[in-house]
């Protein structure tokens, strides 16, 4: 029997959890004790209810300042923002993470967007395995070439200049910290993940963040976890629903949505009591808890969500339209690549209105059609095949 561990660092949402589901699930079917450190422990009975493991709390960067990720260039912006901004910070983290090894001795590591704890994995001889969305795994650069800039980002030389600058910085951060552990210092920054033995990318060539990349095994999407089935209002119109979080506009788009005329379920996180009591009625209902996205998807005609990944992934399998509204760079990302696809309008969470992209969604019939083309482009990846890729890793690295 082997020791596989599975970390969850970064991220706040369930699709992180459901990422690893399946890896789990392998594990525990070969016969192997499964340890979980997890960012977020209260979220796991959501996910994983039923299997087996032992569970840790995973370290992560506390109290990150907020800030405009819109001025974030590449992933090298995110992780200085979101995991480390100082040396003895980083060296606190790291020697969590050095504890949470030393204590479980695992054979093999799991890494869901965890990447203070794949600096503190180097040097390590345990096999190691990238688990996630294609943000989470990031691609790998050129020589010379700058740490996975965003698409958004000008490809200029003054540019790339800068980005080099910047991963030095956050390069000569990082290896001061390793320093101060005695340990070896990193070669560059996409050493990071250039040290894993293999990956599992849940996602497909059309939602990479970071564009399709040639090589690359792509493995479609992890399903949801279950959850009840929706019951819509009994108004006319056609059905919407919305998997939403408070926003600065979220007033707006109820108006929009409530002077549309359409049949809307929303299912807001955060969501204040005034706005509940103000467009609370016969054609537009407010949900309590999840329910399940898959019947959802059978039943709307269209939906609108904040581009987070799986879920975007559940309603374009579905060959859904989507009204995206990003909060943040990784959505921001997304919500792009399924915009040039056409089956997706984009707006923004600070804007007055929302009349011209709803009534977008409500009258170009282009959006359905290119929505059910996209679907049908991502059938590659079935459940069994991808438990199969899976299962056979883990065998494969661990003998």
Excluded at 54 to 80: M, Y
Excluded at 108 to 134: D, M, N, Q, W
Excluded at 372 to 397: E, H, K, N, P, Y
Aim: include cysteine; proline fraction near 7%.
């Amino acid at each position: 029997m082997a020791t596989v561990l599975c970390v969850w660092e970064q991220g706040g949402n369930l699709g992180h959890l459901s990422h690893l589901r399946r890896p789990i699930e392998a594990a525990l079917q070969l016969g192997h004790r499964v340890v979980l450190a997890a960012r977020e422990l209260h979220r796991v009975p959501e996910v994983l209810a039923g299997l087996h493991i032992e569970l840790l709390p995973a370290p992560f960067k506390q109290h990150v300042q907020p800030a405009d990720q819109s001025a974030f260039l590449s992933f090298t912006h995110i992780l200085a923002q979101q995991c480390f901004s100082s040396v003895a910070e980083l060296e606190m983290y790291l020697r969590a993470w050095q504890a949470i090894f030393d204590l479980v001795q695992p054979d093999l590591v799991l890494y869901e967007h965890s990447p203070t704890a794949l600096i503190a994995s180097h040097g390590r001889r345990f096999k190691k395995v990238l688990v996630g969305s294609g943000f989470a795994i990031p691609p790998l650069p050129e020589p010379g070439a700058p740490f996975a800039p965003f698409s958004t980002t000008p490809d200029s030389g003054p540019v790339r200049a800068g980005l080099l600058a910047d991963d030095g910085l956050v390069l000569a951060l990082v290896n001061q910290a390793l320093a101060r552990l005695g340990l070896s210092p990193l070669p560059d920054l996409a050493h990071m993940y250039r040290q894993a033995d293999a990956d599992f990318m849940l996602t497909w060539p059309a939602l990479d963040h970071f564009g399709e990349r040639p090589g690359q095994r792509y493995l479609g999407a992890e399903p949801l976890a279950r959850h009840p089935a929706a019951v819509w209002p009994d108004g006319p119109g056609p059905r919407v629903f919305g998997y939403l979080q408070a926003m600065p506009s979220l007033d707006a788009l109820l108006r929009c949505l409530r002077s549309a005329g359409v049949c809307a379920l929303l299912f807001v996180r955060g969501l204040p009591q005034d706005l509940r009591q103000k467009y609370s009625g016969d054609n537009l209902r407010f949900l309590d808890g999840l329910v399940d996205l898959a019947s959802v998807a059978a039943q709307a005609d269209w939906v609108v969500n904040h581009a987070n990944h799986n879920t975007v992934a559940v309603f374009m399998q579905a060959g859904l339209p989507q009204l995206l509204i990003p909060q943040q760079q990784e959505q921001l990302l997304l919500a792009l690549r399924l915009g040039a696809h056409g089956g997706a309008v984009l707006a923004y969470q600070d804007q007055a209105a929302f009349e011209n992209e709803i009534r977008q969604m409500l009258s170009d019939p282009t959006l359905r059609l290119r929505a059910l083309a996209l679907a049908q482009r991502c059938q590659g990846a079935g459940m069994a095949q991808t438990s199969a890729v899976i299962r056979d890793t883990l065998l494969s690295l661990l003998g």
